[in-house]
């Protein structure tokens, strides 16, 4: 009797194991994504940083500063003794694009008109869209910022200083460099089971002031 109570103990352990299964497996599968996707996101930011800080020296062409966000991505090996960017802007493996803009600033803190560099192919939709072919690559830039009112307010108080202290008035620009990753997921079956958006486009963006000086003599 004690016997037969044990199998039917030991039964009813595999039953409900088998139940709470699936769960437990969605849960560490989701916990292996959001992990992937995390750590794809700051390598986003931290190439992304990089490249503005390069931008803001005004020593640079645009072509070095774009290099500088796709090296900043790190390598990978994917075979032995062969090390390529992790970041790729070309290929049916591209995962990165880069839209590089630059707002002039008059010496009263005005923005003029911006100029637009691009790179790299960006998905919208989960569709691939080659930035440089497009007619229009400002229809992908998500700036929104009110960079008059800040980087132009700072700016004008910049200049109100340095013409105090015997400085010649500052024209600078702001350089803004948009980010978008192509995150493809681990488990690409599950998300489509989800309908989820396959790959998912990370985004980051950041400015800076370019700085110039010059002293009046």
């Known amino acids: 009797m004690k016997q037969s109570w044990w199998k039917k103990k030991d039964g009813q352990s595999v039953v409900e194991f088998s139940l709470v299964l699936p769960f437990l497996l969605v849960l560490f599968l ?23 800080r390069l931008a803001s020296r005004g ?7 774009l ?3 796709i090296s900043s991505g790190g390598t990978q090996e994917p075979e032995p ?20 803009t630059h707002f002039p600033i008059d ?6 008109e911006s100029t637009i560099v691009v790179t ?4 919208i939709d989960g569709a691939p869209v080659f930035l440089p072919s497009v007619d229009d690559p400002q229809t992908y830039s998500r700036i929104s910022g009110d960079y008059e009112n800040f980087h132009g307010d700072i700016t004008k108080k910049i200049n109100d200083r340095r013409l105090a202290e015997s400085y010649d008035p500052q024209q600078s620009e702001i350089v803004v460099i948009e980010t978008f990753f192509a995150h493809r997921p681990l488990i690409g079956d599950f ?6 958006e396959n790959p998912t486009t990370l985004y980051f963006s950041s ?5 110039r000086d010059s002293r009046v003599e």
Not at 81 to 100: S, Y
Not at 120 to 123: A, D, I, P, S
Not at 207 to 211: G, L
Request: proline fraction near 0%; charged fraction near 20%.
């Open 81 to 100: 003794g062969v090390l390529v960017n992790a970041f790729k802007t070309m290929g049916e493996d591209a995962n990165i694009a880069v839209i590089l």
């Open 207 to 211: 400015s800076m002031r370019v700085m």
């Open 191 to 196: 998300i489509n089971i989800l309908q989820l």
């Open 107 to 112: 010496e009263d803190g005005n923005l003029g």
């Open 30 to 52: 989701g916990m292996v994504e959001i992990g992937m996707a995390f750590y794809n996101y700051i390598s986003l930011a931290s190439a992304n940083r990089e490249g503005v």
């Open 67 to 69: 290099g500088r966000v």
């Open 120 to 123: 790299g192919t960006l998905y």
């Open 59 to 65: 020593r640079f062409q645009d072509d070095d500063v």
